[in-house]
């Protein structure tokens, strides 16, 4: 099985900065690509960006573009996401997904999902 441990959100002002990690392990996935996506209250998961572990780049949602950066760590399996300038409409939980192959802004193309991070942007 896969199975994907989102850790480092929290509480934060507007203006400030927090940095998620997704934890991959278990089963291989093959040439996969790796995303996160948010769900605020009342509202349909939405995507964030994405990154494939074979190279190219990332792709991000244009609400978080030059706020937001996804990077990756092969060797400990772990996908990041830098969040700054967080505005309180960012508020939200914060869920890892993977998938083979292409990366895709589409939220059900995605196989694997963590179980999410609260992140929550006061005013």
């Known amino acids: 099985q896969v199975q994907l441990v989102e850790s480092g959100g929290g509480l934060v002002q507007a203006g400030g900065s927090l940095r998620l990690s997704c934890a991959a392990s278990?089963?291989?996935?093959?040439?996969?690509?790796m995303a996160w996506f948010r769900r605020a209250p009342g509202k349909e998961r939405e995507f964030v960006a994405a990154?494939?572990?074979?190279?190219?780049?990332?792709i991000y949602a244009d609400s978080v573009k030059g706020r937001f950066a996804i990077s990756k760590d092969n060797p400990k399996n772990t996908v990041y996401l830098q969040m700054n300038s967080l505005k309180p409409e960012d508020t939200a939980v914060y869920y890892c997904?993977?998938?083979?192959?292409?990366?895709?802004?589409?939220?059900?193309?995605?196989?694997?999902w963590g179980q999410g991070t609260q992140v929550t942007v006061s005013s």
């Open positions: 997904a993977a998938k083979s192959w292409v990366m895709t802004s589409n939220v059900n193309d995605y196989f694997y």
């Open positions: 990154i494939s572990w074979s190279g190219g780049s990332p």
């Open positions: 278990g089963r291989t996935i093959i040439n996969p690509a």
